[in-house]
């Protein structure tokens, strides 16, 4: 067993924004009992003692935590690299500079579109024209900027627009991700599924861009895995390198994992190295030895690790089976009549997206400055 590498630390389910594609639980309810400062204290001093090394820090939206100022320099104070991954909504001047002063190290801001109209109306509230000016002013105050743009049906066609928007705002680099479909995306896949005409097109967009701009901006391309032959190796193996602490304190091996029938481990009941050694949650993917056939004797095993758990319960409703969207998965055609449909014709452009609630049950505050 390896020590984790990176904490994903979502401070919060609570977010000024609806998109169709977020990967937050559909039961936001559940989690509205966030931990409060000192945990996450105790979180942190307990994640650096077990070896991780970069802190994410992400929601929802975390600039909604009053105490994130507190966290980050927390998180600095243990020698962690501390990346802020928000929608930029209340990301003031003020604000900012308290992160700095803190030892905030990397922000990454969201952005829907580079088009105002179509970038609010994924968004679901007008934001574009603020995202903007904190990216400005995350520059300013020398932060290295990462763009991150969900790519989907109703954005793709507009790449090149989109890389052109990460070179006037300076981004170091630019994170084009297709969607994957956990949470609303999964709700809302056949709405959000590309064509793979979208794709080819976005391809040579990318690749063009990369050999132009190689020494100016990294630009990651995450395809969209029901198109690959193979499936991702996602988290680079369940409970290999990565952890999730979510608002409420379960710990989980990706962001995803709340979806699987696992018994619960949470930081309010037990240390996080036991959580990570021993928890079900945590042991019972790792590895290879609970790998049904195909993957049993393949030779792909220690490559992919059998794809992803939990797209394999999503889509099979059993979290250890082959994912389907390997073409050697007895479910394969699970994935290949989710593509077909989006390649018919253009019905599934004309299908609604349902936005994410905001958060349900709890009044909406403003942002704090
Ligand atoms: Fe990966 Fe399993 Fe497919 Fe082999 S059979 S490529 S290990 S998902
Ligand atoms: Fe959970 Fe892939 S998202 S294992």
Redesign the pocket.
Known sequence: MDSPFGLLAELTYRCPLACPYC?NPLNMAGYQDELATDEWRRVLVEASDLGVLQCHLSGGEPLLRRDLVEIVRDAHDLGLYTNLITSALGLSRPRAEQLRAAGLDHVQISIQSDEPTVSDRIAGIPSFRRKIEAMGLVKELGWPLTMNVVLHRHNIDRVADVLALAEDVGADRVELANT?Y?GWAWRNRDALLPSRAQLEAAEVVVRAARERLQDRMDIIYVIPDYYSRYP?P??GG?ASRQLTVTPNGDV??????HS?PLPRASVRDDPLELIWAEAPVMTA?RGTDWMPEPCRSCFRREVDFG?????AFLLTGDAARTDPVCYLSPDHDLVARAVEAANADSRNDDLPLVPRPHRPGLPLVACPR
């Open positions: 990967s994957q956990y991702k996602c988290m369940w989980l091996p990706c962001p995803a994992a699987l993917f794809g992803c758990r939990c797209q």
